[in-house]
């Protein structure tokens, strides 16, 4: 088992910026890929940024250049750092585990609530 503890969201204008985190704990193996999605009310859950422990991005067409992924493979952690943002980010952000290869077994953390004010 692997658990997720996110944290970092909040109310924001839009333009600002925000800082996600989530930290793993658990069962934990070396190669494996950690990354954020988010659903907004009535929306499905969307793939937002992954990154493999080897460093590896992939980025949701409407966040890239304006959000960032990273982590510490130290720490078991995983940030998502959100510039301009805009009314349409306004989401719960999950963070997400799998181990590599995929074995088709996901982690997820209880979410984080973005909102970006017009």
């Known amino acids: 088992q692997v658990q997720l503890v996110e944290s970092g969201g909040g109310l924001v204008q839009a333009g600002g910026s925000l800082r996600l985190s989530c930290a793993a704990s658990?069962?934990?193996?070396?190669?494996?890929?950690m990354g954020w999605y988010r659903q907004a009310p009535g929306k499905q859950r969307d793939l937002v940024a992954v990154?493999?422990?080897?460093?590896?991005?992939n980025y949701a067409d409407s966040v890239k250049g304006r959000f960032t992924i990273s982590r510490d493979n130290a720490k078991n952690t995983v940030y998502l750092q959100m510039n301009s943002l805009k009314p349409e980010d306004t989401a719960v952000y999950y963070c997400?585990?799998?181990?590599?290869?995929?074995?088709?077994?996901?982690?997820w953390g209880k979410g984080t609530l973005v909102t970006v004010s017009s």
């Open positions: 990154i493999t422990s080897g460093g590896t991005t």
């Open positions: 658990g069962s934990i193996f070396s190669i494996n890929a």
């Open positions: 997400n585990y799998k181990n590599l290869p995929d074995s088709g077994v996901r982690y």
